[in-house]
């Protein structure tokens, strides 16, 4: 069983409603929604950040329970089609950010070694992911180092 650095085993999540089509209380333009996309993208929100906004606050007052199904494509494909889309993925760049405060954690702890087992871990999550997408979403080049995770975060 691959656990890959978690406490003891998962815990099941909901599953998206089996439907495919949108609610007819939610008849928001596709268009509109497009365009809120871009907008949130803009102001610097991820695409998980902009799929909860939509949820919640809506466009024009109108929720949005899933973007897929309202527009046909996934927040991350309106982002691309708009040239609005981060250089590099989202998870990757959350476990890099992560890894940067647990580094930086640990020059000021140095003898705290639950933290040091944990950017073991995470710098191992981030190096299995760079693999996942070397040569499609990011450069072929890639390699994970703290002072490259630094210099991506800043851009």
């Not at 309202?70 to 590099?88: F, M, Q, R, S, Y």
């Not at 580094?103 to 981030?126: P, Y």
Request: hydrophobic letters at 30%; aromatic letters at 4%; zero cysteines.
């Amino acid at each position: 069983m691959a656990r890959m650095h978690t406490r003891r085993r998962g815990s099941s999540g909901s599953d998206k409603p089996a439907t495919d089509e949108t609610p007819e209380w939610s008849d928001v333009d596709a268009e509109d929604i497009e365009s809120r996309v871009v907008e949130l993208a803009e102001q610097g929100h991820d695409p998980s950040v902009i799929g909860l906004k939509l949820r919640d606050e809506g466009v024009k007052g109108v929720p949005v329970p899933d973007v897929k199904l309202a527009t046909g494509k996934k927040v991350t494909e309106i982002l691309e089609d708009h040239d609005a889309g981060a250089d590099i993925p989202e998870d990757l760049r959350n476990l890099m950010s992560q890894a940067i405060r647990l580094r930086e954690h640990m020059e000021e702890n140095g003898q705290d070694h639950q933290n040091k087992r944990a950017l073991q871990n995470t710098e191992s999550k981030i190096r299995r992911l760079a693999n996942y997408y070397r040569g499609d979403e990011i450069d072929e080049e890639f390699t994970y180092t703290y002072e490259n995770a630094v210099e991506y975060l800043e851009e």
